[in-house]
């Protein structure tokens, strides 16, 4: 299973249904969802627009390489529309054991894409 989640993308409260990244990890990984970490990278580089995947999917790379999961800046609360337990980091970085990382990418105009990366073992 993946043990970090990069993903940035939320819906206006008003939006119905709601369409909410936070809820679709809830949704996808069930129980296990309250296992992984979770956190928004466009919060230090802002919407890269067409870049944005890559730029996510290098520092994905860099979590599973480095054991180290970035956090969520410039955010003090957590959404209280947010599933309550999922463990979304806020204000730094988090040292962890990251064998898998998955990358939710969202664009304008309804352009999703997902990717995993696992780290690899020579043995």
Do not use: W
Not at 19 to 42: E, I, M, W
Not at 91 to 113: C, D, I, P, Y
């Amino acid at each position: 299973m993946a043990k970090y989640v990069v993903s940035g993308f939320a819906a206006p409260p008003n939006c119905s249904p709601p369409r909410r990244s936070d809820n679709a990890v809830q949704k996808t990984f069930g129980p296990h969802a309250y296992d992984l970490a979770v956190s928004s990278t466009k919060s230090m580089t802002g919407h890269l627009l067409g870049a944005a995947g890559a730029i996510e999917s290098v520092i994905c790379i860099l979590a599973v390489k480095n054991n180290l999961v970035p956090a969520t800046i410039n955010t003090q609360h957590i959404d209280e529309l947010a599933p309550a337990g999922l463990s979304i980091l806020l204000g730094s970085a988090k040292k962890m054991e990251v064998n898998f990382a998955l990358n939710n990418t969202f664009g304008f105009g309804g352009h999703t894409a997902s990717t995993l990366f696992k780290k690899y073992s020579n043995g």
